[in-house]
């Protein structure tokens, strides 16, 4: 409901400046979705996240803080039990803005990490 939405926003802020900052709202977001998910196991789902969120490998600085564990990573190591069961599609808008060197080697680096992840799972 938006006022349970509100309280969880209030709750996030709380912890804004701390480590739990980020693990909070990856674990909030993640029983939502386990909750989504089981409310019908047959059912397929989308949904459009940014780039932290989507990430299957555990993400060091690039996300905000050390050894993040992002929503997708969750759902992969603690749902479904499997790598095959999660598909990201990374989605970069042309001319939205620059992408400046630093952020080139977060991009470099994360595309690295998600090959290797995408070369395990082929097989399937």
């Known amino acids: 409901s938006g006022i349970e939405g509100l309280r969880e926003y209030k709750q996030w802020n709380q912890y804004r400046n701390s480590a739990f900052y980020y693990t909070w709202r990856e674990e909030t977001m993640f029983?939502?979705?386990?909750?989504?998910?089981?409310?019908?196991?047959?059912?397929?789902f989308f949904g459009q996240f940014g780039r932290c969120h989507t990430a299957y490998s555990i993400q060091d600085g690039d996300c905000g803080w050390y050894a993040y564990q992002s929503v997708m990573h969750k759902l992969q190591e603690r749902y479904f039990n499997s790598k095959n069961k999660v598909l990201s599609i990374g989605i970069f808008y042309a001319g939205d803005r620059e992408i400046d060197a630093e952020e080139n080697s977060i991009i470099d680096k994360w595309l690295k990490a998600e090959t290797r992840v995408w070369e395990d799972t082929k097989s399937f």
Do not use: V
């Open 31 to 44: 029983r939502k979705l386990r909750r989504l998910l089981d409310s019908d196991t047959s059912a397929r």
